[in-house]
């Protein structure tokens, strides 16, 4: 009889982690609180709009390129259009100064040349950080879980690793806001602080996106996240797995520090022989386990002071075609304005015109996204008052764009705020966070030594998820799922394979 895996959650983690575990003649059942897959990697509709809540750019989109291989394993790339930019964002002030930030290093490199001839050996220095990271292939990282690699795995790991160690030293610990202030134009001090989403972006991540841009390997997929996280559920259906929605886990069993199974918040019992948490880490540990198996690191992780990613996001139903406007600015505010209990220096403004499937012919679907603190909302949530500020954020927001968009006020469709309470509501992610914790030099470091999948002194249980990869995306994520079935294939003695 074959093994019996309880997966917790329907992520793209746990998705993964199932397809997986089914193509390696495991017996698994996926255990998700929503009734749809996907967990964070989700939209939402209103009214004929798509509001899509997750999915900008996917690493693997191109085909042969890094990670390909495994969203085809997935089910997830097959017949599947990718839309791919020449740009990543741009950055304007109030007087209209722009900095286009190209993918093409090229392109990039002239761009900011141009706006301050001062800085064009600056402007040459990133240049030659994009192209050295267009060669980089993070899957030597991710294709096997660090436990299970053997010398001649780190071999090929400080192989591939060799040529990227100066651009790592240079690059690797700096934030885009510290390297932001080497420019002499005042404008782009501001602007490169902005040129990768958020000033506390490592260079290095920053870099390496707009390589994997430029070679055609982070596409967005045609229909959005919630499209691509139902091609994955119905691979694992086809592969013979088993999803419960509305299913709530409250309970991990344990019997002599062995898992046995789970208890859902109906009281019904799951018996299984390994339970994967492919959700809220926090949740599994302190909750699930009641705290009974962590050591000092993972004390420190969760109760410490490590950035989370909260966001709050606000979308906009538009009734008019913006295809011919850029699909990403961040406006610049001439002073800091106080939205949702926080002053803000700039707002982040992203439509998607470029995908039809998302709103009405000739109408667009427009968010903004907003870090925000859970505790804020958190404190008003369940009252009148929780609901009259998400209206005034969307107002405060919409009086910003107008001075931009001219008019789009009045062709406002629908409007709907989602605050870091929606993200813990509908996903249980710890204070909403949409990626875990915030990708910064130190969540990097993290990132790079690599976080236990494991619990100490527990077996047969396994952790996935953006909680043990620091960066939390989409891709990284079903990667994990992939290595925790490495992991029990490995403690199994079987041999690992992805055909079924």
Not at 14 to 27: D, F, R, S, V
Not at 69 to 74: F, V
Not at 191 to 204: D, H, K, L, T
Not at 425 to 453: A, D, E, F, H, V
């Amino acid at each position: 009889m074959a093994p019996k895996i309880v997966i917790i959650g329907a992520g793209v983690a746990g998705l993964a982690a199932g397809c997986y575990a089914q193509m390696n003649g495991y017996e698994s059942h996926i255990f998700e609180l929503h009734d749809i897959p996907g967990g964070l990697c989700t939209a939402w509709d209103r009214k004929g709009y798509t509001f899509d809540g997750c999915i900008h750019y996917l690493f693997g989109s191109g085909v042969g390129m890094p990670f390909h291989r495994m969203w085809e394993e997935l089910g997830a790339v097959q017949d599947r259009p990718m839309i791919n930019h020449d740009r990543l964002l741009e950055v304007q002030d109030s007087d209209g100064r722009t900095l286009t930030v190209y993918c093409d290093p090229d392109r990039l490199e002239a761009e900011i040349a141009a706006i301050s001839p001062a800085d064009a050996a600056l402007a040459k220095e990133l240049a030659s950080g994009v192209r050295t990271f267009t060669t980089f292939d993070m899957t030597v990282m991710q294709e096997k879980p660090r436990t299970l690699m053997k010398p001649q795995d780190y071999a090929r790991l400080g192989q591939h690793m060799l040529p990227f160690v100066m651009p790592l030293l240079k690059f690797g610990m700096t934030q885009a806001r510290s390297y932001a202030e080497r420019f002499r134009d005042p404008f782009l001090r501001e602007a490169a602080a902005r040129m990768f989403g958020w000033p506390e972006m490592p260079m290095m991540a920053g870099m390496q996106l707009l390589a994997y841009m430029h070679n055609g390997n982070a596409g967005f997929p045609m229909g959005g996240s919630l499209a691509f996280a139902r091609a994955i559920e119905q691979r694992y259906l086809a592969l013979g797995g088993r999803i419960s929605y509305k299913a709530q886990v409250e309970q991990i069993l344990v019997e002599h520090d062995s898992v046995t199974g789970v208890r859902l918040y109906n009281d019904e019992i799951h018996p299984a022989d390994i339970v994967i948490a492919a959700c809220d880490g926090r949740a599994t540990i302190f909750h699930m386990l009641d705290g009974r198996y962590v050591d000092n690191r993972l004390r420190k992780l969760y109760m410490g002071d490590l950035p989370l990613q909260s966001m709050m996001q606000v979308s906009f139903g538009v009734n008019a075609d913006l295809s011919r406007r850029p699909h990403w600015t961040t406006y610049l505010l001439d002073k800091p304005m106080l939205i949702a209990g926080q002053e803000r220096s700039d707002i982040s403004v992203q439509h998607y015109a470029y995908d039809p499937s998302l709103a009405p012919a000739g109408k667009t679907a427009m968010t903004v996204l907003l870090k925000s603190d859970y505790d804020y909302w958190q404190r008003i949530y369940g009252r009148k008052l929780y609901d009259t500020e998400q209206l005034q954020v969307a107002d405060q927001l919409l009086t910003l764009i107008e001075q931009h968009l001219p008019g789009i006020r009045a062709q406002i469709e629908v409007t709907d705020v989602a605050t870091p309470v929606s993200f813990e509501r509908y996903t249980g992610n710890w204070q909403g966070s949409t990626c875990g914790w915030l990708l910064t030099p130190q969540t990097m470091r993290l990132m790079i030594q690599g976080l236990p999948k494991t619990l100490p002194r527990l077996r047969n249980l396994y952790l996935a998820g953006q909680w043990v990869e620091p960066g939390g995306s989409v891709t990284l994520c079903a990667a994990s799922g992939r290595n925790a079935v490495q992991m029990i294939c490995a403690a199994d003695g079987r041999p690992f394979g992805t055909e079924g």
